[in-house]
């Protein structure tokens, strides 16, 4: 059985260091939450995993198994097993979903069953088949992108997804569906799950073994379920140290009278 490891990781965007030493694993079949404040590093985290130019890499290391992710390109870390569905999916002009999936499975497959597989999965999700031969994301609502990014790891069978707040922009009906489906594969292929986000309402289908509170740069605690509810009650305050008003040299309170 599989295991994404990552261990000590370390980045930086634009000079500033926005991950600090993030230390994660996740064996395949589990659902590891990551939940933080706004800013705080998470799509940075994500970004980094499947390497989004941009980043700097100042030192750590991403494997699944023994197999280092850090050093290759993005399309042979998704060929290692990778996917990343993004908290703003990318529009394709020229590229029609249904291409973009017969060129992206892992192994040679029959391409008929590939497109059987495809029409199966949109069913599934409540996603017209008629987006297959649509531009990737062009023009689709931000819950159509987020459903179109299910229905590429249904079909893609990745052996880790990392979900950038895939409820983001989902009504409840979708989100239902989406989630079950994420869950499903956990159980039908053994799937590893990342999915970060701030509410717990994704995990009512999709259950996580573990929560992990992700605050300025790196895991602060970890536990289980439960720590998912306790965090949207009484939010991130615990773990922030400077809150960013204060950082930026501005008042706590930019009302207030500053003669008072
Ligand atoms: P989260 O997903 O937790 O809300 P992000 O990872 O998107 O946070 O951002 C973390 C920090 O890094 C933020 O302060 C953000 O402004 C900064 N950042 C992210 N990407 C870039 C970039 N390309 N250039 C400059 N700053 C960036
Ligand atoms: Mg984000």
Not at 23 to 40: F, K, Q
Not at 169 to 187: C, F, H, I
Request: net charge negative; aromatic share 4%.
């Amino acid at each position: 059985m599989s295991t994404l490891i990552i261990e000590g990781l370390r980045a930086a965007v634009d000079g500033s260091e926005i991950l600090k030493g993030v230390d994660l694993e996740v064996p395949a079949g589990e659902v590891h939450a990551v939940m933080g404040p706004n800013g705080s590093g998470k799509s940075t985290l994500s970004h980094v995993i499947a390497g989004r130019p941009g980043y700097e890499v100042l030192g750590g290391s991403v494997r699944i198994d023994d197999v280092e992710l850090l050093d290759k390109p993005t399309w042979q870390r998704a060929e290692a097993g990778l996917f990343l569905a993004m908290q703003y999916p990318t529009e394709v002009p020229g590229v029609a979903l249904r291409d973009l999936l017969s060129a992206s499975v892992r192994t040679p497959e029959d391409p008929a069953e590939i497109g059987e597989r495809m029409r199966i999965e949109a069913e599934r999700i409540g996603f017209g088949s008629q987006f297959l031969e649509r531009p990737l994301n062009v023009d689709l609502s931000g819950g159509e992108k987020k459903r179109n990014e299910t229905l590429q790891l249904g079909v893609l069978r990745p052996t880790f997804a990392i979900l950038d707040e895939l409820d983001s922009g989902l009504d409840v009906d979708a989100l239902r569906m989406v989630s079950q489906r994420v869950e499903e594969e956990t159980q039908e292929h053994g799937l590893g799950v990342l999915a970060i986000t701030h509410y717990s309402r994704l995990f009512e289908q999709l259950k996580p073994d573990v929560v992990h509170v992700f605050a300025d740069g790196r895991i602060q605690e970890s536990g289980g379920p439960e720590l998912a509810t306790e965090l949207e009650e009484t939010g991130y305050e615990r773990w922030v140290t400077a809150p960013a008003a204060a950082s930026a040299g501005l008042p706590d309170d930019p009302f207030a009278d500053p003669l008072a």
